[in-house]
């Protein structure tokens, strides 16, 4: 399987954003598989954030991201992104990239949807 290193989390005050990317491994592309972000913080059960066909065309988000977060991929980079925009204290979270096997149009709804993930980046935001 795809090995997933996520990178771009820190810090940040509300109303700011923040790029997270995704890299597969070498060796192994992240082209043939639905892709997409989910979060977890300690108090709270993991929740699906965005997810995103094997060639980019469509995208699919949680309800509480649609309008401030993009998902997009370059197969070629083998790379996923996530550009956060308006930040919200409440997104505060850990964010994983993952991999998808089920129905990615319903991943971004349900985390139970993708398959595994890495080993996830930090995002704080401070009000």
């Not at 094997?54 to 065309?57: K, Y």
């Given at each position: 399987?795809?090995?997933?290193?996520?990178?771009?989390?820190?810090?940040?005050?509300?109303?700011?954003?923040?790029?997270?990317?995704?890299?597969?491994?070498?060796?192994?592309?992240?082209?043939?598989?639905?892709?997409?972000?989910?979060?977890?913080?300690?108090?709270?059960?993991?929740?699906?954030?965005?997810?995103?066909t094997?060639?980019?065309?469509l995208?699919?988000?949680?309800?509480?991201?649609?309008?401030?977060?993009?998902?997009?991929r370059?197969?070629?980079?083998?790379?996923?992104?996530?550009?956060?925009?308006?930040?919200?204290?409440?997104?505060?979270?850990?964010?994983?990239?993952?991999?998808?096997?089920?129905?990615?149009?319903?991943?971004?709804?349900?985390?139970?949807?993708?398959?595994?993930?890495?080993?996830?980046?930090?995002?704080?935001?401070?009000?």
């Open positions: 399987q795809v090995q997933l290193t996520e990178a771009g989390g820190g810090p940040v005050q509300a109303g700011g954003s923040l790029r997270l990317l995704c890299l597969g491994s070498f060796g192994s592309s992240i082209s043939n598989y639905c892709m997409g972000w989910l979060r977890q913080t300690p108090e709270k059960d993991r929740e699906g954030v965005a997810s995103i094997t060639d980019g065309r995208t699919y988000y949680a309800d509480f991201v649609k309008g401030r977060f993009t998902i997009s370059d197969n070629i980079k083998n790379t996923l992104y996530l550009q956060m925009t308006n930040l919200k204290p409440e997104d505060t979270s850990k964010y994983y990239c993952a991999v998808s096997r089920g129905v990615c149009a319903r991943a971004a709804q349900d985390y139970r949807e993708f398959s595994y993930w890495g080993q996830g980046t930090e995002v704080s935001v401070s009000s």
